[in-house]
């Protein structure tokens, strides 16, 4: 009750000084505007404005009442359009996972404009396009879609690289991608996609530069890991253009690698295709000793080494502990040809044949008994290893 009296007494007084200062000086204000004047107390002109103002504040929030309850007419009316753009906008996404370009294209596009995340219609819209084989207009999509979402410029540029490197654009591919990695420089993505175009240019240098990073960021698996390993290396050593480069590139390789059977051959028709066959029947020989493998065989019958004898005597010693293996009996019988002991060597190819036919034994055979004058059996031998290499004849009528 005491507070009450105060508060009364102190609004009597407030009232009294406000009423005493309009009688005393009521102001004056003149508003001129072209032909009209307008003229009015001050205390009038303020009371005009701050009416106006809370006119103002008032229509704002009645609007946002609206607007916020779905359960009002204009609350439905307003949101509805939102709800229709969000349908279209899920239906064509639908439509772009299932490869429906022509669809997805015309309902995200359509519903861009009042979606949520315009970046995801024009980005999808994009790849439709470039789907639909007109590649102007997806790039002028992708521009839309960089204006939309400017935080966004990763997904733009990803979307940008996989179009570039689908349309064989190998340059501006890597330009793409390399400001993709200055936004996310250990992006997996952006990583394989990398991976992917030095694989299509053929850049060894820069793919193996790249492989730490595909490690250490798990982006390829140990066996992918390991097949591109294998490929970057045999590209290295098949493009090396002397005998120094290539030996410099074994050097670096790690000894993992060099017990790669597919690197070994490489580097051994390297070595031969520098005339050093000598060395690469060093390297084929040291590899079957330590881990054997059979694809290195044929790579190893047609090198000679320093020493031929000694060459043909460590076949025949592994033939010793495989005696049932045509394919080194091959080898074993090529080896006899080079130190001219064509007995041995038409043995040992008849002994392969006996075990596994073989176009190239039927040819070796051919060959050496065409040498030794037994021509009519060296014709049968190249027309049997000749039907091999065919998918077979049909039977015919043939002229006696």
Request: aromatic share 8%; glycine share 6%; net charge neutral.
């Amino acid at each position: 009750m005491r507070a009450f009296v105060i508060w009364t007494a102190l609004l009597l007084l407030v009232g009294a000084g406000v009423l005493e200062l309009l009688g005393s000086d009521s102001g004056y204000v003149l508003i001129s505007l072209w032909q009209t004047r307008i003229e009015m107390s001050f205390w009038m002109a303020l009371g005009v404005v701050s009416l106006t103002l809370f006119s103002i504040w008032l229509v704002i929030k009645v609007l946002t009442m609206l607007l916020a309850s779905s359960n009002t007419v204009l609350g439905r009316w307003l949101s509805s359009g939102g709800r229709r753009a969000a349908s279209l906008t899920a239906e064509g996404l639908v439509d772009f996972m299932e490869g429906n370009w022509k669809q997805a294209r015309k309902r995200l596009l359509r519903s861009a404009a009042k979606s949520q995340m315009p970046l995801l219609n024009y980005l999808a819209a994009a790849r439709s396009t470039y789907e639909l084989g007109d590649h102007e207009e997806a790039f002028e999509l992708l521009h839309k879609a960089e204006q939309a979402g400017p935080k966004h410029e990763l997904a733009v540029a990803l979307t940008q690289a996989r179009m570039q490197l689908l349309d064989k654009k190998y340059e501006q591919c890597l330009a793409t991608l390399e400001r993709a990695r200055r936004v996310s420089p250990s992006h997996p993505v952006v990583l394989d996609l990398l991976r992917q175009t030095y694989e299509a240019v053929a850049d060894c240098e820069k793919l193996l530069a790249l492989l730490p990073e595909l490690k250490k960021h798990k982006v390829v698996s140990s066996e992918q890991e390991e097949q591109l390993e294998v490929a970057i290396y045999g590209d290295l050593l098949s493009q090396a253009l002397d005998i120094d480069v290539l030996k410099s590139i074994w050097k670096k390789m790690s000894s993992g690698l060099r017990k790669q059977a597919a690197l070994v051959e490489v580097y051994a028709k390297g070595l031969q295709r520098f005339d050093a066959d000598s060395d690469a029947e060093v390297i084929l020989r040291s590899a079957l000793e330590k881990r054997w493998d059979e694809s290195l065989l044929i790579p190893y019958s047609l090198v000679e080494g320093r020493d031929k004898a000694k060459q043909l005597l460590c076949a025949e010693s592994w033939l010793k502990e495989r005696p049932s293996n045509a394919t080194l009996m091959l080898v074993v019988g090529r080896l006899c040809l080079r130190n001219e002991l064509w007995g041995r060597a038409r043995q040992y190819f008849e002994n392969s044949l006996q075990l596994q036919k073989d176009p190239h034994t039927f040819a070796e055979l051919a060959r050496l008994l065409a040498h030794l004058g037994e021509h009519e059996k060296s014709t049968g031998y190249y027309q049997q290893g000749l039907l091999m290499m065919t998918e077979g004849l049909p039977d015919l009528p043939m002229p006696d």
